[in-house]
T-cell receptor
């Protein structure tokens, strides 16, 4: 079953704009991670935020976590055409440490 | 490149057949997880292997089975294939074991089509 629900399902922006993607989840978590997938290929890890953290940065990526609302957001600043991909949030629930539970993903299109 | 390699990359089987998918984990990693990704969906956890033992299983029937070898490579076996087994099968390695699952390193996947 899917734990995370990403929003929106699809996003189309112009190169140079910022892209904001949201994720909601249902259970208590140890950490939340964001992954990227290009066109049916393998997933690439972008960033991990632990349940006791509220914000994290990595290059052009900024992720926030609100455990009271069970939600997270991923911001990609100054987007590039190469950022076109599907983005997934995934959670590690407390008491289920062996697995990541993924959402259905967000399709991001960045127009040159 | 994550250093995780999967084979074969594509394969076609018919209903009722059996399939074996293989995965070589990244050097230094002792944990392998398998995920099934249907078209347009997020990956679904099948199971994880840590030091050659199953360490967690998702909601998949027993006809999905696996192995991990002493060199930490792994196999996923699916018996009595059904049409709904058509999917991208992803292997991911990590060095987390029974600790909290951190970053996973994914291979490019094996795309299985069942006719």
């Amino acid at each position: 079953s899917q734990q995370g629900e990403e929003d929106p399902q699809a996003l189309s922006i112009q190169e140079g704009e910022n892209a904001t993607m949201n994720c909601s989840y249902k259970t208590s978590i140890n950490n939340l991670q964001w992954y990227r997938q290009n066109s049916g290929r393998g997933l690439v890890h972008l960033i991990l935020i632990r349940s006791n953290e509220r914000e994290k940065h990595s290059g052009r990526l900024r992720v926030t976590l609100d455990t009271s609302k069970k939600s997270s957001s991923l911001l990609i600043t100054a987007s590039r055409a190469a950022d076109t991909a599907s983005y997934f949030c995934a959670t590690v629930s407390t008491g289920a440490n062996s697995k990541l539970t993924f959402g259905k993903g967000i399709t991001l299109s960045v127009r040159p | 490149e994550t250093g995780v390699t999967q084979s074969p990359t594509h394969l076609i089987k018919t209903r009722g057949q059996q399939v074996t998918l293989r995965c070589s984990s990244q050097s230094g990693h002792n944990t392998v997880s398998w995920y099934q990704q249907a078209l347009g969906q997020g990956p679904q956890f099948i199971f994880q292997y840590y030091r050659e033992e199953e360490n967690g299983r998702g909601n998949f029937p027993p006809r999905f089975s696996g192995l991990q070898f002493p060199n930490y490579s792994s196999e996923l076996n699916v018996n009595a294939l059904e049409l709904d087994d058509s999917a991208l099968y992803l292997c991911a390695s990590s060095f987390s074991g029974r600790a909290r699952t951190g970053e996973l390193f994914f291979g490019e996947g094996s795309r299985l089509t069942v006719l």
